[in-house]
């Protein structure tokens, strides 16, 4: 008994060195990352990123092996197919189809009426493209789409950088709204108001970037413009670049973003910001602009008078 214990062991024991050795030679031999975009997600060597969509084998896992298309026809091979239809709307990877609501709905009076919840229809492809119905379903929830819903939070992932709306920098001073201090600066009309993005707290000016040069996946965000909306009613003022801040050596100088009201008053000014992030992943080059809900200031503008003597 004691023999076969041994013998056992021993066995045991050269199968454990020999995997050993064969992990540490596969692990020697694998393609390093030098992925910052990799670094950032915690994915290991060889990985594969899909924006937006999910990574890894489709084991749940996070990044050793190959990435399946956003849009796919499931198992075994998960074929890729189009996200989107013009006729039969978004692609569902669970539903295995495009889904629309259907319209009409149905009423009471059909056998496959619900008191609750909506009626979709679904669309079904071939690997080819073409298309044909599959049967309809009642769900509480819109089904889930594999586009939209976190690919924002994925590219501000990979560069590091939260995508947020620029402050807006203004000469005169803006009021902040919702306060009641009056120690702001008033311009008059007919001169320039200077303005300029300030920077968010955790924002950055220059174009963040963040690339894995052996695959060519890439993340490049900038900011693209602000919209001004200067209150008054006379449309926007769109300034793209980073127009400088005013100083006071520069009062007679004309603004690279600036606006000259023609009437007196207290003015909302809501700046609006867009992001433009360029990126490439396993589906290819995409470039996407992302327009924040706009921040809101106050500016006091007054008449220039003369005084008689």
Same mark, same amino acid.
Request: with cysteine.
């Given at each position: 008994?004691?023999?076969?214990?041994?013998?056992?062991?021993?066995?045991?024991?050269?199968?454990?060195?020999?995997?050993?050795?064969?992990?540490?030679?596969?692990?020697?031999?694998?393609?390093?990352?030098?992925?910052?975009?990799?670094?950032?997600?915690?994915?290991?060597?060889?990985?594969?990123?899909?924006?937006?969509? $999910?990574?890894?084998?489709?084991d749940?896992?996070?990044?050793?092996?190959?990435?399946?298309?956003?849009?796919?026809?499931g198992?075994?091979?998960?074929?890729g197919?189009?996200?989107?239809?013009?006729?039969?709307?978004?692609?569902?990877?669970?539903?295995?189809?495009?889904?629309?609501?259907?319209?009409?709905?149905?009423?009471?009076?059909d056998?496959e009426?619900?008191?609750?919840?909506?009626?979709?229809?679904?669309?079904?492809?071939?690997?080819?493209?073409?298309?044909?119905?599959?049967?309809?379903?009642?769900?509480?929830?819109?089904?889930?789409?594999?586009?939209?819903?976190?690919?924002?939070?994925?590219?501000?992932?990979?560069?590091?950088?939260?995508?947020?709306?620029?402050?807006?920098?203004?000469?005169?001073?803006?009021?902040?709204?919702?306060?009641?201090?009056?120690?702001?600066?008033?311009?008059?009309?007919g001169?320039?108001v200077?303005?300029?993005?300030?920077?968010?707290?955790?924002?950055?000016?220059?174009?963040?970037?963040?690339?894995?040069?052996?695959?060519?996946?890439?993340?490049?965000?900038?900011?693209?413009?602000?919209?001004?909306?200067?209150?008054?009613?006379?449309?926007?003022?769109?300034?793209?670049?980073?127009? $400088?801040?005013?100083?006071?050596?520069?009062?007679?100088?004309?603004?690279?973003?600036?606006?000259?009201y023609?009437?007196?008053?207290?003015?909302?000014?809501?700046?609006?910001?867009?992001?433009?992030?360029?990126?490439?992943? $396993?589906?290819?080059?995409?470039?996407?602009?992302?327009?924040?809900?706009?921040?809101?200031?106050?500016v006091?503008?007054? $008449?220039n008078q003369?005084?008689?003597?």
């Amino acid at each position: 008994m004691t023999l076969l214990t041994t013998r056992w062991r021993e066995r045991l024991l050269a199968v454990a060195c020999v995997t050993a050795l064969l992990l540490a030679v596969s692990l020697v031999s694998a393609p390093r990352s030098e992925a910052s975009i990799c670094t950032k997600f915690k994915f290991g060597a060889n990985c594969r990123i899909t924006f937006g969509g $999910e990574k890894g084998d489709g084991d749940g896992g996070g990044g050793g092996g190959p990435s399946r298309p956003l849009c796919n026809l499931g198992k075994p091979d998960y074929t890729g197919v189009d996200c989107d239809n013009d006729a039969g709307g978004t692609w569902s990877n669970e539903r295995q189809c495009y889904v629309l609501p259907s319209e009409p709905q149905p009423d009471p009076s059909d056998p496959e009426w619900r008191p609750t919840g909506t009626f979709y229809d679904c669309l079904g492809t071939t690997e080819d493209g073409e298309t044909f119905p599959k049967d309809g379903f009642w769900a509480q929830q819109p089904p889930e789409s594999p586009i939209g819903g976190n690919l924002q939070e994925d590219l501000e992932t990979a560069v590091g950088v939260d995508f947020l709306a620029m402050y807006p920098g203004m000469a005169p001073a803006p009021i902040p709204p919702n306060t009641s201090w009056d120690g702001f600066r008033m311009s008059t009309i007919g001169t320039w108001v200077w303005m300029w993005p300030r920077e968010p707290l955790g924002g950055v000016f220059e174009p963040p970037r963040a690339e894995e040069p052996g695959r060519g996946y890439y993340v490049e965000a900038k900011v693209k413009k602000l919209e001004w909306d200067m209150g008054d009613g006379k449309g926007l003022v769109s300034c793209t670049g980073l127009s $400088e801040p005013y100083q006071p050596y520069m009062k007679d100088r004309t603004p690279a973003c600036g606006y000259k009201y023609t009437q007196p008053g207290s003015y909302t000014v809501k700046v609006k910001t867009t992001w433009t992030v360029d990126y490439r992943d $396993e589906t290819g080059e995409h470039s996407i602009d992302l327009e924040l809900p706009h921040r809101s200031v106050i500016v006091r503008i007054g $008449e220039n008078q003369v005084v008689n003597r």
